[in-house]
């Protein structure tokens, strides 16, 4: 077990937190090692014709330091009463299962990961009426969303490969490459990926599956160039394939600008199809072939301003070159294509749902994120009056991660994850909505823990803004005792706590504290004037926002106010940031992969800041704007003792230009200060670093805020 270099064993020792006593009614609360156990279900797929559905199931490996995955396939329908998942893949690193349009092959991407070399990701072809699965490619540099055609002959997938990749793997004549980089563009590296490979745009490649596969087949390059493209989708006839790309060659100096391609099966230059001026993915091309639904956001608002945060919208359009593509949901103010954010999404496995469409092409499906819920609407696509009318298919607190449907609607798959539920899949009627849940794949866990509903609490601001947020109380909540808070400040800053599992709020709750975790201004799910309300103004109002919510909970009677602590991961660290060197009414802040210096940002983060979204120019054009909105400004109004959480490859908010320089600063005003680095982690650290260390961080937040907020003796943070 890797740990941080500066606390010696006996002080990570001091950490471990002793199970608590099993309640009077059988029940547990929840433990931050409880997460070892932990099974998640990601890209859930519908069979044609619905009888069954295959899903990835992730789990932790035995040394708690990776993930493994595999394909699982239930029933649609309970024969019994009882339904059984059966595992259809060994994995353990195999993710993306995709039916053939017959339902008699599955096709997946499978991970070959040896140590020290980047993984061999190849299509295997698996077929359903027994057998093992077997390889279809074998590309050099690995393939990645396949894609069947209509009539289930061929594969279409992406990758970086070049065709004279393949003549050096066969003669093994390949010279050592050289490790120097020569880098010309101001986006280069990739938090999480690493370093882009210059020269190596992701293409469109196209693979024959034959009836009887005994050897991975030749693939076809179709396109070709220096842009990369995305998401193939075939036409009806399997003539054309339909892509998305930006051919731009230095994209970032001017908001994003996606087209949508055509391009021939069997290879040939592109034709642009349309594109809105903005963001676009998620095709989804119309049963009888004509139109194409897609999911995009436009770039700049009314008067051609850029915006901060553009809300996503459902837009159709002809699959025919020359026409102006239709904006259905202009007129409903909340998030196509959004989600909820929680700490227990898949760590593995994941895939963004498409849009799907009804039968006889008059409706599109797609999930929407609106007050902190994520649920499916059926948008009418009928010329006329009804044109873009939202009407809900699924309604309930929750969250849906991840959809799929037949091909002619009449069945959905979702995996809906609650507060108390971490994700399950529900089989949805696609008419009436009515939902029947088909797994517990953590059943046998939660039965013995005693998890709890946040209660949702609006509040108004200090300019009479409303606010939402959720409280989550200790399983024991006694009404008339105080508590100590944690306010929670999710990052972003575009995006939204909601209706979803938390392991960590459960957890600081089952411990005993009450943990806030509000929307502020800025947050998704609440339109397009409250998202884009902290533009050039961030951190600003958002923090008031925040310490409104901590005064509505107090005036609850829930709170001790001399008991309180806060913390935030990424755009949430920010805000910790800002929060302790703006008041001293907490006892103790915990920030997480943070910014202190925006300055500093600007010039290593992995994106640029090129385009005038955050901030209207570069920071010696911007002195005053970029000093007066950085954290590290006021530093020396910093009393609360502050723990800085960090990911030592964090390229999204490098350790550099934040929790370095807030502990170095804090250091030199000898203010309580502690770094805890995590080698190795990105900024994904608390939902999908080693589990071994994502336990790790749950303790070290828990024990800042017992040692500070309750004060309890706690001597791992002496001076070593």
Do not use: C
Not at 31 to 54: C, H, K, M, N, S
Not at 540 to 553: I, Q
Not at 594 to 617: E, K, N, V
Request: hydrophobic share 35%; aromatic share 10%.
């Amino acid at each position: 077990m890797t740990r941080p270099a500066f606390l010696a064993a006996a002080a990570v020792a001091a950490l471990l937190v002793v199970p608590p006593a099993r309640a009077a009614d059988g029940l547990r609360p929840i433990t931050e090692t409880d997460l070892y156990a932990f099974q998640w279900i990601a890209d859930p797929r519908i069979a044609p014709d619905g009888a069954e559905i295959v899903y990835t199931r992730v789990t932790v490996n035995a040394k708690h330091d990776d993930y493994e995955s595999s394909l699982w396939l239930i029933p649609a329908a309970a024969a019994g009463g009882v339904r059984s998942a059966r595992q259809l893949s060994a994995g353990p690193h195999d993710t993306s299962p995709r039916w053939s349009p017959d339902g008699k092959r599955i096709a997946f991407l499978r991970s070959i990961e040896t140590p020290g070399q980047p993984p061999n990701v190849q299509i295997y072809v698996l077929p359903m009426d027994g057998g093992e699965a077997r390889p279809l490619t074998a590309m050099p540099k690995g393939a990645s969303a396949p894609v069947w055609s209509p009539d289930g002959r061929f594969i279409a997938f992406t990758s970086s490969t070049k065709e004279q990749d393949f003549e050096k793997q066969k003669d093994g004549s390949d010279e050592e490459p050289s490790d120097v980089r020569v880098i010309t563009k101001a986006v280069y590296r990739m938090n999480g990926i690493g370093y882009y490979e210059p020269g190596r745009p992701d293409h469109i490649w196209t693979v024959e599956v034959p009836a009887a596969l005994t050897a991975p087949s030749r693939a076809k390059q179709i396109t070709k160039g220096e842009f990369s493209e995305d998401d193939p989708v075939w036409a009806r006839d399997g003539a054309k394939i339909y892509f998305v790309s930006e051919r731009v060659a230095e994209p970032y100096y001017e908001p994003q600008k996606d087209t949508i391609y055509a391009v021939s099966a069997s290879g040939g230059e592109p034709a642009a199809v349309a594109g809105i001026g903005g963001s676009i993915h998620s095709l989804a091309l119309s049963p009888d072939g004509r139109q194409l639904a897609f999911i995009g956001a436009l770039a700049r608002g009314p008067g051609g301003a850029e915006r901060s945060y553009s809300r996503p919208d459902l837009w159709v359009t002809s699959v025919e070159p020359g026409v102006t593509p239709k904006r259905l949901t202009a007129d409903y103010d909340y998030d196509i294509g959004g989600s909820v954010m929680g700490d227990q999404a898949p760590p593995r496995g994941a895939a963004p749902s498409r849009p799907y469409w009804s039968a006889d092409s008059r409706f599109v499906y797609v999930v929407a994120a609106e007050l902190g819920r994520a649920n499916l609407k059926r948008i009418s696509v009928e010329p006329g009056a009804n044109t873009g009318q939202v009407q809900s298919l699924t309604m309930g607190d929750h969250n849906i991660a991840g959809y799929s449907a037949t091909p002619d609607a009449a069945r959905v798959v979702a995996l809906i994850s609650t507060p108390v539920i971490l994700g399950d899949l529900f089989l949805i009627d696609g008419q009436t909505g009515k939902r029947e849940r088909i797994t517990e794949i953590n059943g046998e866990l939660f039965s013995k823990l005693s998890l709890t509903e946040p209660e949702m609490v609006w509040y108004k601001s200090f300019d009479g803004k409303r606010i939402q947020s959720w409280v989550q109380r200790p399983p024991d909540f006694v009404e008339g005792r105080k508590y100590p808070l944690i306010l929670d400040i999710h990052g972003g800053p575009h995006a939204a706590y909601g209706y979803t599992f938390d392991h960590e709020f459960q957890w600081l709750a089952a411990r005993g504290y009450v943990v806030l975790y509000p929307n502020p201004r800025g947050s998704t799910s609440y339109g397009q004037e409250f998202g884009n309300s902290i533009q050039y103004a961030y951190p600003g109002d958002d923090y008031r926002d925040l310490l409104a919510g901590v005064d509505a909970v107090i005036e609850r009677g829930w709170v001790d106010p001399e008991k309180m602590g806060v913390t935030g991961g990424s755009g949430g660290g920010v805000l910790t940031n800002w929060v302790v060197g703006h008041t001293d009414r907490f006892k103790a802040a915990v920030s997480q992969r943070s910014i202190a210096d925006w300055r500093d940002m600007w010039y290593t983060t992995d994106f640029t800041l090129f385009t005038p979204t955050w901030f209207r120019g570069a920071p010696w054009e911007q002195e005053a704007d970029f000093k007066d909105r950085s954290p590290i400004t006021y530093v020396r109004n910093i009393h609360t003792p502050l723990m800085l959480i960090e990911g030592e490859a964090d390229l999204r908010t490098p350790p550099g230009a934040g929790g370095e320089q807030m502990f170095r600063a804090l250091k030199y005003l000898k203010r309580p200060v502690v770094m805890v680095r995590f080698p190795g982690e990105t900024h994904e650290l608390s939902r999908s670093g080693k589990p071994v260390h994502r336990v790790e961080r749950l303790r070290h937040i828990a024990s800042w805020m017992d040692k500070y907020v309750l004060g309890q003796e706690i001597h791992a943070y002496d001076l070593q």
